[in-house]
C-alpha cells in the first residue's frame, strides 16, 4: 500500500515537473508533499530495527570516514555533514549514490567520496549507516538569533506567495526527518545546511525530486535563516 502511494505522488510530481521550469500552482507542491509525509509517517511508525553490525561499521568509520566526518560522527568543519543520528536508510541511499557503476556516472560524483565508496560493499554501507545511526546527534547553534524570526517561519509555514511549502512537512517538527526518504536535519551546521541549498541546483538537481522543485523557490535571506533555525534544533 504504501510503496503504491509513494509510486501515485512521485507520479504526480514527475507530471508538474515539466517545461513550465517547476513553476506549481498555490498549493499544489504542498498538498502532494503532505499526502506523501502521511504515507512516510505511517511507514516509520512500522519499521523494523535497522540491521548491521556496529562494530564493523565503527572499524570502517574510524579507518575512511573519521579524518572528514569526526571519531564520534561529527565533523571536523562545517564544510562536511554530520552524520551522528542520521536516518540509516537515508545514509545507505546517499553512500550508493556516490558510486560509479560500469554504465552509469554516480547520482553524486565527489572526488573524495567516490573513491571511498569504491572499496566498501553494500554490507559495509549497511554496517556504517547502522553504527552512525545510533550516535549521539550534534547539538548546534544559530549564527545570527536575529534570523530565527524568519528562519522559523520559513520552517513552519513555508512562503504560500511564492509556492515554497514548509519544511517541517518532510523534515519533521524537530527535524528529524522521516524514514526512509528524508534526512534528519537537526545538528547541522548552519553553513553546511546553506551551503548545500545554494549549491543543490547545480550539484544534486534531479527531475522530478522533491528539493530540486523546492529550492528555486528560496530567497537568498531565505536560506540564510532557515539554516540558522534548522541549526538549533534538537
Known amino acids: 500500500m504504501i510503496q ?3 509510486k501515485f505522488v512521485r507520479a504526480r510530481f ?8 517547476a513553476r506549481f500552482g498555490s498549493g499544489v507542491l504542498a498538498s502532494l508533499v503532505l499526502v506523501l ?6 511507514t516509520q511508525n512500522c519499521e523494523a530495527d535497522f540491521p548491521g553490525n556496529l ?3 565503527e572499524q570502517i568509520a574510524q579507518r575512511q570516514c573519521a579524518p572528514c566526518h569526526g571519531t564520534n560522527g561529527i565533523a571536523v568543519s562545517a564544510q562536511f555533514p554530520n552524520l551522528a543520528g542520521q536516518l540509516p536508510e537515508y545514509l545507505v541511499k546517499q553512500l550508493k549514490a556516490f558510486r560509479v557503476s560500469p554504465t552509469a556516472k554516480p547520482l553524486r560524483p565527489n572526488p573524495v567520496m567516490t573513491p571511498l565508496v569504491a572499496a ?10 547502522a553504527y552512525y545511526s545510533r ?3 550534534a547539538s548546534g547553534t544559530a549564527r545570527n538569533d536575529s534570523r530565527l524570526q524568519l528562519g522559523r517561519k520559513i520552517y513552519t509555514e513555508g512562503n504560500p506567495a511564492e509556492d515554497l511549502p514548509a519544511c517541517i512537512t518532510c523534515h519533521r517538527p524537530a527535524g528529524t526527518g522521516i524514514r526512509p526518504d528524508f534526512p534528519r536535519l537537526a545538528g547541522q551546521r548552519a553553513d553546511y545546511l546553506e551551503s548545500q541549498l545554494a549549491s543543490w541546483s547545480a550539484v544534486r538537481a534531479k527531475p522530478g525530486k522533491l528539493m530540486t522543485m523546492i529550492v528555486p523557490h528560496l530567497r537568498p535571506e531565505e536560506r ?4 540558522d533555525y534548522i541549526a538549533q534544533l534538537h
Not at 553494500?122 to 556504517?128: A, S
Not at 540564510?224 to 539554516?227: G, L, R, T
Open 135 to 137: 550516535l549521539a546527534p
Open 14 to 21: 514527475r507530471l508538474f515537473s515539466g517545461a513550465a521550469g
Open 120 to 129: 566498501l560493499t553494500d554490507t559495509d554501507f549497511q554496517d556504517l549507516a
Open 4 to 6: 503504491t502511494l509513494r
Open 37 to 42: 509525509r502521511v504515507g512516510d509517517a505511517w
Open 224 to 227: 540564510q535563516a532557515v539554516a
Open 55 to 57: 562494530a564493523q561499521g
